[in-house]
């Protein structure tokens, strides 16, 4: 009964366009994402999938394939029951879910390329416990300890166990013990301690060496005697980047160079900030408001050295200054009016794109001294599409426009990940399609627009899909052997019953 009414709710939420949500807390053991379907026979795949993941899929539950292009994020963390096309319970069980877990989940069901029902979409919130303290630390430091504190004078046969929510395995440390076997997370080998005397002090800290910007996390103090439980704390760690920088560093090289001498402790300090965005916005806002004192005859210069040096955008004298501006940002970059009165040195960005990712330094100098910087670090993240076509068309596109200015000698690239390696779908290089790597299946079956990068229209339209065209491609640009614009599109195609 519990599961008929559950099945019932799925599918009131479900046509209401909202999401059954499942909540959990962080530590938890596992949690179970609901499904519910008629019984199927042996050849249909079930297929969970995430918004927003790339990779996709979470997990997928096949008679005779594994999950072979399983998002890394959950790979021996999802699994499904061995009988579930025959009881119809296809439910996800997630085992320590973490809040990067958070999320819209699909659930459907495939049979030779065709969906046999509609998706059943759940929402999953993982909740971060309250925590009993937060402990920050710079990368680099030699150690940092995260306290615990319990009883005095334990029984011999008291065990501390640290662990870490969204680890896999989750134990950070654990006293050697023959009769308990150590399953240490491999992350923290050779750099955990807990003091000798612990079970005489109580004093059951943990100190962890060289910490780094990936250990920052939940952990978990664990004290138990026989199973029995005698104390639990929770403590957050944050670990960041130390923000010392070099006073003068060459414009053009100012990244790497700061990255190579930050260890000899200058005098000045520079804030580091990060923004995220998706490709397709309008533009994106490289945030910089100082305080400091700007006089009138100071030059304000972003730039970037990857994937070489690049003046991104000059200000000086009152004026923009954008006679050496690096073409790849040419009539995309902005700044404010007056921004040496209003202190406000941020950059707009217009028609952010994949390659534009990367760490941006501001420097204000006079005289090649810098007064003042900035380090902006920016992630474009490509968004993925899915497309879905009837069994029956003609032809389908597989959308891809962008409108920056795209350089003329790049390579435009097509390609299928299936579950075994990639097939070539299209390849668009010197002014002309190259039908020669294609791969068998899509020869005379794929086209272009005339002149894509002239256009910025990439999109590649397939002639006749089919089920075997169904699945996940991505259109890179490449110029010089660098990934400059991306884009992934997952292509569905649906049976028709008329």
Known sequence: MKMKALVGFLTLVHVSQQYPTVSVYEGVESVQLPCQHS????????????????????????HVFPTLFQN???????????????TGDLSLTLKEPHHSD????????????????????????????????????????ESVQLPCQSSWFLSKDTTVVWSRFGLNPSTVHQPLDEKEPRFQNQH????TSTSTYALITGDFRLTLKQPQLS??????????????????????????????????VGLALAVCLALAVAALGWYKTITVSSVVVKEGVSFVKLPYKTIVPLPEDVTVEWS????????????????????????????????????????????????????????????????????????????????QEVVAVGDRAKCVTLPFKTRARLPADATVKWKRFELYNSSTVHV??????????????YRGRTKTRENPLQAGDLSLTLINPSHEDIGAYSCTVERDGDVIWKRSVRLKVKVLWF
């Not at 890394?72 to 096309?85: E, N, P, V």
């Not at 923290?188 to 750099?191: K, L, W």
């Not at 939940?218 to 923000?243: F, G, K």
Request: negative net charge.
């Open 215 to 248: 250990d920052s996390g939940v952990y978990t103090c664990h004290v138990h005697n026989n199973e029995n439980d005698i104390s639990r704390l929770i403590v957050r760690l944050q670990v960041t980047e130390r923000p010392i920088f070099p006073p003068e």
């Open 304 to 383: 970037r050295c990857a994937p070489e040096p690049m003046r991104v955008h000059k200000y000086c004298n009152g004026n923009n200054d954008l006679i050496r501006q690096d073409e790849f940002y040419s009539n995309r970059t902005k700044m404010q009016k007056e921004p040496l009165k209003t202190k406000d040195l941020s950059l707009t960005l217009r028609d952010p794109c994949y390659r534009d990712s990367g760490t941006y330094i501001c420097t204000v100098h006079k005289d090649r001294e810098a007064v003042t910087q900035k380090v902006v670090r920016l992630r474009v993240n490509v968004p």
């Open 39 to 62: 019984t199927e026979t042996e050849d249909t795949t079930v297929e969970w999938y995430r918004y927003g993941s790339n990779p996709f899929v979470v997990h997928q539950h096949q």
């Open 428 to 441: 668009y290089q010197n002014g002309q399609d190259m039908s020669e790597v294609q791969h068998d299946s």
């Open 188 to 191: 923290y080998s050779g750099r």
């Open 102 to 141: 958070s999320g819209v989940y699909i659930c459907q069901m495939i049979r030779k390329g065709v969906e046999l029902f509609r998706q059943y979409e759940v929402e999953l919130q993982v909740k971060v416990p309250q925590h009993n303290s937060t402990i920050t630390v710079y990368e680099g430091e």
């Open 72 to 86: 890394q994020h959950y790979s021996g963390r999802t699994s499904m029951s061995d009988d579930a096309l025959e």
